[in-house]
């Protein structure tokens, strides 16, 4: 992300972002989230403080002049209420949903962590008492077996073989959407893939047979010559001959879903990760092995599955029906 263009924010938060985009490497997607939570925070105390008047078009209030001085000013009674403020309307009555509410106070806390820990600015950490807003208990939607079946069986035409592959490490491998697209072809191997997750953690995901076969079977079309020069690693090639984008796969997998007569709005590329996620559970695997499959840095992220205990990072591969199923088997 290039931080260069961002200037609207305190001197303090650009540093709390450049810490987390250059020592903690993570990704462009979460530091605008830190950056768009607390800047909402901040507007939303100059709002609840009267230092602006209340009529001020809420993106226009000024927080370049937010200081160390401001920071230890704030009340955890007024990060509670920040939790569900709706910057829509300063009067406005809507509140956020539970998942936005999570990831705003996470925000905080790291923002607090950072000046409280790294930067020793503060003395105490108020948001350690801040609680986390509850999340309703769902399990995440995924498809039955015999539904991956025929989602499988969709895929034909020009591009059969590179879908039918991308579907299999979605389904079999449970990757997200922009690992599977930053693939190279030097990142396959004889039974897995290195995959660079979250926050550029490197790790390595099996495969069983028929995730290979389909692996082999797409190399064996691919079409080289026609390839963008800077693309000729990438593993997954769109019909511009460049790298896919997710956007791409996206598109692909909803055409699939229909073709399979599935409700593709229900169904997405993350929706087939947790899809791969239960069908290893429900075949015998550990929670602590599916963890690193997925690539969660926290178990808990894992355990909206199940509670199981007792596999290994192969034997998650390995139980996954999908994976050890060859094309041939379900034509």
Known sequence: MNLDRIDDAPDI??????????????????IMAYYTDLKILFRYLKIRRHIVPSNTPFNEI???DVDIDFIKSIKIEELYRYQSF??????????????????????VKSFFNYIVNKRH??????????????????????????E????????????EYRDYAILMLFISCGLRISELCSLNLT??????????????????????????????????????????????????ISSVNRRITPRGVEQMVEKKLLMAGLDASRYSP?????????????????????????????????????????????EAAMANPIGRMKKKDIE
């Open 148 to 159: 991956c079946e025929r989602l499988l069986t969709a895929c034909e035409g020009k591009f």
């Open 86 to 107: 709706s910057p829509e309307s300063v009067n406005s009555s809507n509140t956020l949903a539970a998942a936005s509410r999570c990831r705003r106070t996470s925000s």
């Open 13 to 30: 938060l650009m540093e709390f972002l450049e810490y987390h985009s250059t020592v903690r490497g993570h990704s462009d997607k979460t």
């Open 62 to 64: 000024d927080i370049t």
């Open 270 to 314: 993350h929706k087939l990760r947790h899809t791969a996620a239960t069908l290893m559970l429900k075949n015998g695997v550990d929670t602590r092995a599916l963890q690193e499959v997925l690539g969660h840095s926290n178990l808990n992220t894992t355990q909206i599955y199940t509670h199981l205990d007792n596999a290994s990072l192969h």
């Open 187 to 236: 990142d396959v191997a004889e039974d897995h893939v290195r995959v660079i997750g979250k926050g550029n953690k490197e790790r390595i995901v099996f495969f069983a047979d028929g995730c290979r076969e389909a692996i082999d079977d797409y190399l064996a079309v691919r079409d080289n010559g026609k390839i963008n020069e800077k693309d000729r690693n990438a593993l997954f």
């Open 121 to 146: 600015l503060i003395d105490k950490n108020i948001t350690q008492e801040l609680d986390m807003p509850k999340r309703p208990a769902s399990l995440p939607k995924y498809l039955e077996e015999n």
